[in-house]
């Protein structure tokens, strides 16, 4: 089992940035990969980055490269999701997931565990 709660999200005008948290507990940290989804009203869940176990490997989603970077720190069992130049389509709650697996992987499928989730709401 492993438990996630994310923080940092919030209301943020165009152009400005976020840094989200998700702290886990549970299953050790560094065995498995994390990832970060976002969902928007009306719409499916969708990928945004994800990490390797151990943090030498990333890989995000193409609206988001160059603006967005996912990190982990295994000693603090805690990844994140630095946010930059913000637009008003970033707009959603954002989850944190953990993976089947030690590697970052794109599918929600492939995620066993799911943080509650955090709004991020950016203003035009």
């Known amino acids: 089992q492993v438990q996630l709660v994310e923080s940092g999200g919030g209301l943020v005008q165009a152009g400005g940035s976020l840094r989200l948290s998700c702290a886990a507990s549970g299953r050790t940290f560094s065995s498995y990969a994390m990832g970060w989804f976002r969902q928007a009203p009306g719409r499916e869940r969708e990928f945004v980055a994800a990490?390797?176990?151990?943090?030498?490997?990333?890989s995000y989603a193409n609206p988001v490269k160059g603006r967005f970077t996912i990190s982990r720190d295994n000693a603090k069992n805690t990844v994140y999701l630095q946010m930059n130049s913000l637009k008003p389509e970033d707009t959603a709650v954002y989850y944190c997931a953990a993976a089947n697996s030690p590697y970052a992987t794109r599918g929600v499928f492939e995620y066993d565990y799911w943080g509650q989730g955090t709004q991020v709401t950016v203003s035009s």
């Open positions: 990490i390797n176990f151990s943090g030498g490997s990333t």
